[in-house]
């Protein structure tokens, strides 16, 4: 299984980055969709999920509003739309895959698979 996640780089606080995740080696429609994101001297929090099979997403509170996940299954791909980034959103964004449905999504401990990340800097 591999997870390819693309698309960062540095962008000015108020502007946005679309990061792409394409996946290999799994069936990608049986899976729920995740992005993570670890920032420098903190821990891994979650950022955004897609469920598999419903089209119902969920987000963090600190992104909610300003990101958007979406899917291709049949391009075996998540999207990450980012908006009116803020320094805050710095950080490595990770993709990761999970067979888990509603409980634990929040938790990467729940993820099977997991990109190698993207960095997303975004200056002042």
């Known amino acids: 299984v591999q997870l390819q996640a693309s698309g960062g780089g540095l962008v000015q606080a108020g502007g946005s980055l679309r990061l792409s995740c394409a996946a290999s080696?799994?069936?990608?429609?049986?899976?729920?969709m995740g992005w993570f994101r670890q920032a420098p001297g903190k821990e891994r929090e979650f950022v955004a999920h897609?469920?598999?099979?419903?089209?119902?997403?969920y987000y963090a509170d600190s992104v909610k509003g300003r990101f958007t996940i979406s899917r291709d299954n049949a391009a075996n791909t998540v999207y990450l739309q980012m908006n009116s980034l803020t320094p805050e959103d710095t950080a490595v964004y990770y993709c990761?895959?999970?067979?888990?449905?509603?409980?634990?999504?929040?938790?990467?401990?729940?993820?099977?698979?997991w990109g190698q990340g993207t960095l997303v800097t975004v200056s002042s």
């Open positions: 080696g799994l069936s990608f429609s049986t899976y729920s």
């Open positions: 990761a895959a999970t067979r888990v449905v509603l409980s634990g999504i929040r938790d990467a401990g729940s993820y099977n698979y």
């Open positions: 897609f469920r598999r099979n419903s089209g119902h997403t």
